[in-house]
């Protein structure tokens, strides 16, 4: 069985902090003025007056469920979500209009569906891990 993980102290662990202040990430986002764009879109406002949904939803409380999945069962949903199509085309009969939409609405509403919990096993495997985080791609990309 999987040992529970514990958000804050594997960020902790991790020293994701140390990474986040070594890549350089929100100087950059400062000097590119970033935040003050965010302010003037208002959606930083937005986002303060989503917080008491967060807590009436118990975001905190789902997410900490959701770190403790295993990455292998976001990996075979999302493999399966990746063949679903196929198999669709494959047996669903191309004999009128509204069945062939069906087979073509299903490889990007597939793709769309699996994409997300492809990226989250990934990151499950890092919050799960004992490896620590280089976040230097990211800033590199900021660049």
């Known amino acids: 069985m999987q040992k529970k993980v514990d958000i804050l102290d594997k960020i902790e662990q991790l020293e994701v ?41 118990g975001i905190i409380s789902l997410t900490k469920t959701l770190v403790n999945t295993s990455p292998g069962i976001l990996n075979a949903v999302w493999f399966g979500l990746i063949l679903l199509p196929a198999a669709i085309v494959a047996l669903v009969p191309d004999t009128n209009n509204g069945l062939v939409a069906v087979q073509v609405v299903s490889v990007p509403l597939c793709i769309s569906l699996a994409a997300p919990l492809y990226f989250g096993a990934q990151v499950l495997k890092v919050i799960q891990g004992d490896e620590k985080v280089d976040l230097s791609g990211i800033s590199k990309l900021l660049d």
């Open 17 to 57: 902090l140390t990474a986040l202040s070594k890549s350089g990430i929100l100087s950059k986002l400062e000097r590119s003025r970033t935040l003050t764009k965010l302010e003037n879109s208002g959606l930083l406002s937005t986002v303060e007056k989503l917080l008491p949904i967060v807590d009436e939803a």
